[in-house]
């Protein structure tokens, strides 16, 4: 894989449904992935999603990863160092094993080599109103623990490190490889940094855009990202703390964006989908983007 001259190089962070990792692997080819299995994921469905993997997969090392944890961020900069050492590629893409991409892989060539040294992120300085009554600042401002999707914070607030522009953002991104460096060499040179967000309420949303939006820290970012997310996310209004499993019934939404206004900036990706309950979608998908033309998958059980 090394030096791969692909345009993309792709995290994908999984924890389940080995079939659908499986499918979003050969959505992705011809790029590279990198691909974290959770270390609590059992040792069958493991197997059931790695084995046989094409040469273009690199396996990272396991984290215990879960919501909310820092090890999120862990497995993400693990696989940025990877991807940097590995291929030539321009743009670093962060996805998660219930992702899926929404364009071919020519398409997304073309949006990413028409924007060569730029990231696609859409930071959000705090306080955000969307982030609660604190503007998410509190999630900074005290130190917290994550308990079965459960928030634990502790009262005592603490002093924000230096030199930083607290913001936020989706763990969903593309990221150029300089500014996917940047963020390997903060991690490698502010250990007080790393200290601090392990104690951060969900730091996979806030670590990386608080990195990339100090310019103390990546000078420049500012001028060199496009605020536009490349996800279509099928949020339905309610106070679930994931989005729904995308089915057949949402492919109008899906689609939407392609069908209504070609010439606006597509997404690329969309999340979330499963074997169970997002088949039928996902051939629907293949069919209109012209994935996985020339894969003939057979059923991946986990045995």
Known sequence: M???PASLACIVLAHEDPQHVRRLVEALDPFPVFLHVDARTPADVHRAMTAGL???????????TGWAKWENVAAEVSGYRAALAETGAAHVAVLTGSDYPLANPAEITALLDAHPDESFLIPHPLPHAAWGASGGVARMRYPH???RKHMIRVPIPRRIPRDVVLTGGS??????AAHAAAVVAVVDSRPDLVRFWRRTWIADESFVPTVLNSPALV???AEEHVPHTLWWIGWDG????S???LTLAHAGRLLERWTSDPTAMPHLFARKFSTAASSELLDLVDQA???????????????
């Open 2 to 4: 090394a030096n791969s």
């Open 54 to 64: 094409p040469d273009r997969v690199r396996l990272l090392p396991r984290l215990r």
């Open 145 to 147: 623990w994550a308990w």
């Open 171 to 176: 763990q969903l991104k593309v990221l150029s």
């Open 219 to 221: 000078d420049g970012f």
């Open 238 to 241: 309610s106070k679930m703390k």
């Open 243 to 245: 989005p729904p499993w």
């Open 289 to 303: 983007f012209e994935l996985r033309q020339h894969v003939r998958t057979p059923e991946v059980g986990v045995s």
